[in-house]
Nanobody
Framework: QVQLVESGGGLVQAGVSLRLSCAVS????????MGWFRQAPGKEREFIGA????????YYADSVKGRFTISRDNAENTVYLQMNSLKPEDTAVYYC??????????????????WGQGTQVTVSS
C-alpha cells in the first residue's frame, strides 16, 4: 500500500506561483511513477506530468510544459508540483497518483494504482 497526501492548494491571483506537495508513505516506491493530475468542474481528469521516483526523469503534458515543474525529495518522501504564471484556467482540484512499474508518459488515470485526496487550487483573474 502507498498513501498519498496532497497539500499546498489555495486561492491565488493570476500570474503568481504556487507549489503543491504530495507526501508519500507506505511500501517502497522506487518502482513507481508519480503523476500529477487535475480535474476542473464538469471536465475529465487531466494528466499534468509525472516523475520517476528512482531516477527523477520527468514528462509533461504540452498544456503545462514550461510553466509547471515536478520534482521529488527522496529524503522527505515528497513529490512537488511547482506551478508558475498561474492562469484562471488552471483552477481545479489537483491530485497526485502513484503507478507501479508504469512509464512516466502514462497519461491515463486508470493506470495509476494509488491516489491522494486532492487539493483545490483556485486562480482568480
Amino acid at each position: 500500500q502507498v498513501q498519498l497526501v496532497e497539500s499546498g492548494g489555495g486561492l491565488v491571483q493570476a500570474g503568481v506561483s504556487l507549489r503543491l506537495s504530495c507526501a508519500v508513505s507506505g511500501r517502497s516506491f522506487s518502482m513507481y511513477a508519480m503523476g500529477w493530475f487535475r480535474q476542473a468542474p464538469g471536465k475529465e481528469r487531466e494528466f499534468i506530468g509525472a516523475i520517476s521516483w528512482s531516477i527523477g526523469a520527468t514528462y509533461y503534458a504540452d498544456s503545462v510544459k514550461g510553466r509547471f515543474t515536478i520534482s521529488r525529495d527522496n529524503a522527505e518522501n515528497t513529490v512537488y508540483l511547482q506551478m508558475n504564471s498561474l492562469k484562471p484556467e488552471d483552477t481545479a482540484v489537483y491530485y497526485c497518483a502513484a503507478g507501479f512499474g508504469i512509464s512516466i508518459a502514462t497519461t491515463t488515470p486508470v493506470k495509476y494504482d494509488y491516489w491522494g485526496q486532492g487539493t483545490q487550487v483556485t486562480v482568480s483573474s
